[in-house]
């Protein structure tokens, strides 16, 4: 299956008209020794055979395992009007919407999900999508970096260790400092803050669903002429302080928990919403509010003279194809869930992990590492290595949580557990029973 | 259209959350202390189901796409996308997957499928590139070029060597340099000759200093640099490292494999040569390839085959460049390519390359007597058109030309990239558009020269059959309106 | 735009079959004997996959569905169809199903789920109606019509009755006097009066003869008949049994119920109230209950629960009239139906009636300053007006007004029905329609108002911005053209 | 969820502009004594809940049993372009197009279908779609009684059972003499058919899978002045005598094979085509071809004065909605697999029921009933109750058959067996084994 509509007869003409006598001649630009000799990627498959095979694959993926598994990725419900919409064709077959007359569609959605994000981070600009989230901490640190002229960046450990090591690796030619500090409040970091900062980073709610008030940090930053940089979950933002609020200078996150499916790992969407005086210094794209000739309201590209295709090297970033299509999937599902369904959701999270923890912390020798409050998720430690407990539970039907050793050493026996509005109460008691018969 | 937020109204409802199944208690023990909470819900839309279809249906009516017709817009390879591949990638057993599962202990058996998707197409990308091994973290293709350039810091490191530059010929993509500098790489532009990146330029402008190339093979001229093993000779004469850009690999797919023609780093845009939608703008996926000595420095994880044929991740690479990815890469789009991929076979992906060359040669040709085309001489998947006679002649420039053929129902093609030629046309038909469909462009773009000669005003006034006019760009940039605020 | 046969070109593929994957020798032995074989092959369409993909989207452009705006066609209940439902009807556990499974021998096992939906519904829609029990086999209104006809034939052959008309209202639905013309009926009008069928004619044309009568109530105008109770009473006194068309059960969920009122026998349609979809004009679903006395002549297939909880299919029906449907009557449209009745539940669907006849009235009363109704009192979910004024003082019709409206945006109302309101323009608005949305479409019908009377010409050339100016229906009927033939 | 987007407030307002007080005052017209004492459904559910208990009853379901079980309605792949187009909301959400300048997408994609269908069939003019093959062959027969006048129909009983018992249902209280015959050649009817028939009902390929010319029935029934009804399996007309060349007045049948998923027995299709001296006496919809006052192509309804809308009782048929969305399934269906692909899917399936055939008359005792040819279904015998072979082979993954004894009591050891582009040589090997095991 080829997808090529024209026939034999169609080439057949078409080189009469070029003059040639055959495909092959199509390439003689390429130099005889250029030449490969060929391909071995198996014969065309039909659909059927295609759509069999991949039907199998999926088969041997355990998708359906009652999912605690969060760790900044979350298996929040879809309503099902967002893949309605957003496999309609006229916007998922187009491209970036170059030509504004015929992408009005694109634009302004980019426009109402600038919109949307702006309203949930209390920020005054938002870019139309980054990558992910830890691409996104990278462009943030970058931008604070660009604009303090400074090299160092300060980054609180409970920020996700997924972004901490990307950060690692983006950052490692560059010539920056990057400290990474373990810290129960702003004053832990008095002596790592000083004017050689260009940003400090905090995540809240934090990798361990911790939530706590980070102004403190960030009026440590501001002290300091460093950029104050939130990681925050999209979904918490609807019930907690905003960090503008808090004082935050750029926020940028996942925002996969808006509508996106885990699809292992990716598409996912990075997003980036800063203040107003850095709208000129933000990477990636932005759409904005114009009107045609006759003064009727439209929506176009702008600032594009920061882009890559026009500054080139001198760009405030190298993004081009963005994740247009995940924003859209979290601007239907914002839309969907509004101002009171996106908070209520939020608490409804919050009141199973309560429930959960409850239940989890019943059973002996289970204890909670932090003492509060939560949003969604939280971290217990068990009497054995928490790899080993979460191995037992997949027999029963439980991706148990997230065993903290992989990224933290010393904590082997925590276990990160999130609970989104999906879990029943009923899972959540299989899963204490569970835990409680494995240990 | 008005916004989604200008028709909400308070207290409608889109979606009913489920009820709350666990005890009210724990609902009251959750509760955040005031201090924690905002101080205003966020003004989200508060509209009803019915207002959100509407609203986006309208809306994707408002929109063009490779669906509702022919999209030559050069350099972007827009193909049409299967809808099986779409069908696929919602299937349960990938979109419910999370990503953590196979680093659980014994975990790897939850994702059998998955890992295999992403190996294969590691295999199968290899083999069509002439590369050792891919990784398929790269979320897009700027996003390749820069793991790219970061392996080449990762192995001149390793080597010792010291580097500052990296050399882009003149008709590169932005985000060539781009990616290049937010490496940390300082840029050096090479001029093209014929249309091509000259090689004696080149030889001259090569030093220690450069740590590496970024080429694109047929470049975005549509052209095929035949000094390219040359360029690679002297390129590694100096150990710098071959990097090609391959956003134009439609065109050789099967003639030519870029680690035979003396590329070291390979990144591919899947959304472009492998049929994926581009989304509006994305997600896209820009895996990257290396030859054999560079395998070392790949991103972790990595998955690999053990010898009873299953699949696991690895993170053993001491000389790896790290995670540039929080997981596996886009990996949505990786599976749609894969089928794509496994649709095709070798076959299919070689008639690809044939057709997609001779869609842009017949259009070279059909539009030629009518059209000033940048470079006259064969083309390979794409070709350049310059209107820069028609602007001097009747003040027609390619915006122009670009504004009329959106009246006559086509997406226009590039406009004003390639830099290199004045006033650009750079039409990218591809392989999945018939004779009919490209004698209809041609048809159309005849009648724009006719109106360009009798009536150019009338080419100023378009498009006027879409739901609103030219825009006010200028204003747009100057007046910054991001984001919707409610009047007071 | 051109048809799917006139961009066909010859050698051109849709899509590439499965490989043969058993012996060739295998193919050779089913080949058949020339005789057998067509002279030609079929002329089907010869194009590619992007093809048909452009085509139909192209088409569906030129489409306008509730997913696009207000769709007041009144009597079919346009309203917004929840997508979730959409979903549910494509997991393979139901699409893929086939529905002789449970004919096997243990094979209701196979299909517990989807018996327990047939089964369900048939629980639920008996409580919304006051009937004993539903077959889910009819597969849209009219033929649920049949069934109940069929129904009430089979009761009056059991009986031993010889009974040969059946009762309709003036303003019944034209497939009321057609259905009951099919099974074999003799059919006679009842006049209305006020509005509503008049319970003096009523009884002054009942006998003996008489099989049955068949209303809607709510009727096609909108209103409830208080006389109910006295008309049912009066049937049954001859004996004849009560047929209620369910069309309008929107207008009075939760309030009232036909079983209460005196109706033996329901026919609903799900696709109206329960909100499935129309598809362009089906497919619809049209159970139909029944009171327990008439439970012995329901068609079989039935689904049946035994102790132990489980579904089973029963076929010992005796008096049963047998099979109308291949199996189970349409499913995949009962399935979404079920789906939404459980998201409503008890309080959903009172809220449900009782919007529809809010907003009913609503319009009633905000288009009643510029827009003859034609019975001037509190309607149920609908609301007829009537062009009769306006055709006489400006020479616009029903018609007019609807070509008005499809400029403005909006689907007309349902036109030149019901029948006893002259120039009849037919409003429901459904419960799904925001007042911001009615409030736009008074406003519209208030700028046809004003046309109507400063510029009438104007609205004769409407509608304008569609792809099509009005048609030639005549020329249609009488040069028929129903089947595209390639000139020679 | 109730899909309802007015809030209290609106309703306020709006109740304030009609002079009344409550929703209730809006039920006044119903008397009181009327008035139910309310509902007993159950409370409302969210999207969410509806959708996990909908999912959970859909794996109750056996669906993935290997199929093959045909008896007319068959387990055919469908390209998933096919449910991409058919998913806009458009066309679904539409309905009939009674206003045909907004709605051209459904009257052209009608008038398409019924092309598509006269080029099938070879017939004159086609409707827009009947409920499904079943009440379409009742429809059938109700235009040949009205078009000659006559009472009788003569029916071969190797026309699917399944409309068989309907068209008794539906024929009982009509005054029409319904015969059933059981003949190997037109022969065999000559003393049935005689001048007070109707029509002469004949199906190809049979019931039973197998190809005959049925040439001789209708010629039969035209020296009766009897219409010659053709009941016809869609994709075999890709291959055979059309009904057309074999002289068939009406052809009508289920479409379901042409891209329809099984969906537990609908919504299917029933497609009705006639030669053209019927078209005014066809049941149902159709679409015809005309121009506008400018002269533009566009499509209409027409013939709508042989309607029930219209002509009341008089109409030719009570039919309102039909199957618009499955026609247009079947037209999409059709385009994609175009001329040259419908035709080599049939004979697909031809030699992959060949192989089964060969296979499953390997197995000692098991014999071919019928000496073909054949289409892609055949009768095998078994030495056994084929309810019983059937009802064992199920745990080995497979729906094995349809056991014929439920529709012939002569017949119980009978098997008919479908075999489908979608059955491998695997399963049909497993089939195979199977049979033979438990035999
Ligand atoms: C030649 C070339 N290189 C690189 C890119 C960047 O790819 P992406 O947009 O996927 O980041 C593009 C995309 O337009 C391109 O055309
Ligand atoms: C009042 C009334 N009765 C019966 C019907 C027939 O229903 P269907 O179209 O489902 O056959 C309709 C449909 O328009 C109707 O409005």
Known sequence: MDFIPNTDRDRELMLADLGLRSMEELFDSIPAELRTSGLDLGDPLSEMEVTNHLAHLAGLNAADLACFTGAGFYDHFIPAAVDALISRGEFYTAYTPYQAEMSQGTLQSIYEYQTAICRLTGMGASNASLYDGGTGLFEAAMLAVRKTGKKKLVVLNSVNPIYRVMLRSYTVNLSLELVEADASSADDLKGLVDDKTAAVIVQYPDFFGRVFDPEPYFALASENKALAIAVCYPLALALLKTPAEAGADIVVGEAQCLGLPLSFGGPYLGYMAVSKKFIRAMPGRVAGKTVDHDGKVGYCLTLQTREQHIRREKATSNICSNEALCALIALVYMSLMGKEGLRELAELNMAKAAYARERLTAIPGVELVDKGPWFNEFRISLPLDARIAVSRLIDKGLAAGFPLGRYYPDQPNNLLVAVTEKRTKEEIGILAEGLEAVL | ?488
Chains 1, 4 share one sequence.
């Open chain 2, 1 to 488: 259209m008005r916004s989604i937020f200008e028709i909400s109204v308070p207290g409608r409802r889109g979606v009913e959350l489920p009820r709350l199944d666990v005890p009210q208690s724990a609902a009251q023990a959750a509760e955040l202390p005031a201090e924690l909470l905002r101080k205003e819900p966020a003004a989200l839309p508060e509209v009803a189901e019915v207002d959100v279809v509407r609203h986006y249906t309208n809306l994707s009516r408002m929109n063009f796409g490779v669906d509702v017709g022919f999209y030559p817009l050069g350099s972007c390879t827009m193909k049409y996308n299967p809808k099986f591949t779409e069908a696929a990638s919602r299937l349960p057993g990938f979109a419910g997957l999370h990503p953590l599962l196979p680093q659980l202990r014994r975990g790897g058996m939850l994702a059998q499928g998955a890992l295999e998707v992403l190996y294969e197409t590691d295999r199968l990308l290899s083999e069509i590139t002439g590369m050792a091994e891919f990784t398929m973290q790269p979320m897009a293709g700027a996003h390749g070029e820069l793991t790219g350039i970061m392996l080449m810091a990762a192995y001149h490191r390793d080597k010792g060597n010291r580097k500052t530059t990296i050399l882009v010929p003149d008709s590169a993509h932005g985000t060539n340099p781009a990616s290049a500098a937010v490496a940390g790489y300082q840029v050096v532009t090479v001029p093209s000759k014929d249309g091509v990146m000259d090689p004696e330029a080149f030889e001259s402008m090569l030093d220690d200093q450069v740590a590496g190339v970024m080429m694109t093979n047929p470049n975005t001229v549509g052209l095929f640099n035949p000094y390219i093993k040359r360029i690679a000779d002297a390129a590694h004469g100096v150990d710098a490292l071959m990097y090609y850009d391959g956003a134009n690999l439609n065109a050789i797919m099967g003639y030519a494999k870029p680690g035979e023609l003396g590329f070291d780093i390979v990144h591919l845009n899947l959304h472009k040569t492998f049929a994926t939608p581009h989304g509006g703008g994305g997600p896209g996926s820009g895996p990257v390839g290396v030859v054999d000595r560079l395998r070392d420095f790949l991103p972790v994880s990595r998955v690999v085959q053990r010898d009873d044929g299953t699949y696991a991740l690895s993170y053993d690479y001491p000389k790896s460049i790290g995670y540039i990815a929080p997981f596996y890469g886009n990996f949505g789009v990786i599976l749609k390519a894969y089928a794509y991929i496994k649709a095709l076979g070798s076959e299919g992906l070689k008639k690809v390359a044939a057709n997609a060359v001779l869609n842009a040669n017949y259009l070279r040709v059909k539009l030629g007597d009518r059209w000033q085309v940048g470079h006259d001489k064969p083309c390979m998947h794409e070709v350049v058109f310059s209107a820069k006679d028609k602007v001097e002649k009747y003040g027609i420039s390619a915006l122009d030309v670009a504004k009329a053929l959106i009246d006559e129902g086509f997406h226009p093609p590039t406009v004003y990239f390639p830099l290199v030629v004045p006033e650009a046309l750079m039409i990218e038909p591809t392989e999945t558009e018939s004779k009919e469909t490209l004698d209809s462009f041609v048809a159309a773009m005849a009648r724009i020269a006719d109106k360009a000669e009798s009536d150019p005003e009338s080419l100023h006034a378009s498009p006027c059959l879409t739901p609103v006019g030219r825009l006010d760009e200028v204003g747009a940039a100057r007046k910054l309106d991001l984001c919707y605020v409610e009047e007071a």
